[in-house]
């Protein structure tokens, strides 16, 4: 069974970079308060790190 991490979106996209915005929808997240359930894996990793200040990371 792989490992999972989930990932919650606890900012507003609004004033953000447009690639921090596209990073976002890759990680499956929609508006406020929606959480994703994703393997993880070095690539989902760095986005993560990316976007460190928008999202909340369970693992």
Excluded: C, W
């Excluded at 996209?13 to 994703?36: C, K, M, Q, W």
């Excluded at 359930?37 to 976007?51: Q, S």
């Amino acid at each position: 069974m792989a490992k999972t991490v989930k990932v919650t979106l606890v900012k507003g996209l609004i004033g953000t970079r447009e690639t921090h915005r596209a990073t976002v929808r890759g990680l499956g997240l929609r508006g406020i308060n929606s959480v994703s359930e994703l393997e993880d894996t070095p690539a989902v990793r760095g986005m993560i790190n990316k976007v460190s200040y928008l999202v909340k990371v369970v693992s």
